[in-house]
């Protein structure tokens, strides 16, 4: 028997009908560009983000870059964020021209470690983005506390892996300036295509991004500046106004499957299970563990028909399309460290415990043959 990585048939399983009326609805209302299923889901997400403002768009890569360009983010200023994270969160900062500065990640979050994040700030500094990787939040209170101590420094908490993950008593996405959510099928909480948002507090900020999402319209043939086109689809949007409303019960049943590994992979030599930080909910979009020859792992449970995966395997400062940088490798150990170790094991709504059992019975038998 296989054991997917994800299986999105067994996600929507028990839903079909709900969204294939959906559907229909969206079909024979005739509107099917930000309509009113827009509407509905920017209330829904304004009230889990704790009544901020919420604007639907087509991507949680569109989002980041919309936010970037709302705060006025150009070529004069640096984005400070994390070289472990997909390449996503860096390339909006290098289409606005900035420059990504990047700070190296804590070993057991895999998030940006606050306490190196005094050392890079410059005149330069526009906005910090914390990645809440894997699902694991990063430590908003701290990083808030100082990129407050700089002027004009913005906290942008990239949360598309991490929707509906708590820290410190609060809901991630609530505790920066704004943040982006993506809604990419695979994702914790994920569309049936591409889709994402853009979450803050601040009217002028949401306004912004409202404009800027359709053309840097103010009204119909109004550009006032220049825009991209960003809307969400409505089919997208009515299938979002669904599935939300299962998130909880999925980050639970998440959390529950990762305990389930901790206590079977607890004695297993060689392997690191990922912990979690005093007073953090993980969403767990991924259950992370760290191993020794990575790759060859990785390659034997593929063999063994065990859907394990590597995210990511290579830092964002080593990418050739960061390569002008001038950073080497030895620049960000742990970040390097993370990207030679990490495996993803199978975890999705539905993975039973004998497929489990199987994914940890598999990599028992690899691990005493590696080590």
């Known amino acids: 028997m296989r054991v997917p990585p994800l299986d999105l ?3 929507h399983a028990g839903m079909e009908n709900e969204l294939k009326e959906a559907a229909a609805r969206v079909i024979s209302s005739g509107r099917y ?4 299923e827009n509407a509905a889901l920017e209330r829904t997400l304004a009230e889990m983000h704790e009544g901020q403002h919420a604007v639907a768009v087509n991507s949680g890569t569109d989002a980041l870059l919309l936010g970037l360009m709302a705060a006025g983010v150009g070529p004069e200023h640096e984005v400070i964020t994390t070289p472990f994270t997909f390449f ?3 390339e909006c900062i290098l289409a606005l021209g900035a420059k990504p500065v990047f700070v190296d990640i804590d070993p057991e ?5 606050p306490e190196l994040l005094e050392r890079v700030f410059t005149l330069k500094s526009r906005v910090v983005i914390p990645v809440h990787l894997y699902g694991h939040p990063c430590d908003m209170q701290r990083i808030v506390e100082l990129a407050g101590q700089e002027s004009g420094v913005m906290v942008f908490e990239d949360s598309a892996q991490a929707i509906g993950a708590k820290t410190g008593g609060g809901t991630v996405g609530t505790f920066g300036d704004m943040a982006a959510l993506s809604f990419y099928p695979t994702k914790n909480v994920g569309a049936l295509g591409d889709a994402g948002a853009f979450v803050t507090r601040y009217d002028n900020l949401v306004e912004a991004v409202r404009m800027l999402r359709n053309h840097g319209q103010s009204a119909r043939y109004q550009h006032d500046t220049r825009g991209i086109n960003s809307r969400m689809d409505e089919l997208q949007a009515a299938f979002l106004n669904i599935k939300l409303k299962h ?3 999925w980050n639970e049943g998440r959390r529950a499957l990762a305990a389930r590994y901790d206590e079977l992979l ?3 030599p060689g392997v690191i299970t990922p912990p979690v930080k005093p007073g953090c909910e993980h969403t767990y979009h991924q259950y992370t563990i760290r191993v020794p020859n990575r790759d060859e792992v990785q390659r034997r449970l593929n063999e063994a028909g065990i859907g394990a995966m590597v995210h990511y395997p290579t830092p964002l400062h080593l990418c050739k399309a960061l390569s002008h940088l001038g950073h080497a490798e030895g620049s960000f150990p742990e970040a390097e460290r993370a990207a030679r170790e990490v495996l993803c094991l199978p975890i999705f709504p539905g993975l039973t415990a004998d497929e489990q059992a199987q994914v940890v019975t598999a990599l028992r038998k690899i691990m ?3 080590l």
């Open 247 to 249: 998130v909880r019960k």
């Open 368 to 370: 005493e043959k590696t």
């Open 9 to 11: 048939a067994r996600v």
């Open 266 to 268: 607890a004695d297993m």
């Open 33 to 36: 560009v930000s309509g009113d």
């Open 88 to 90: 996503a969160t860096v």
């Open 109 to 113: 979050s895999f998030c940006l470690n």
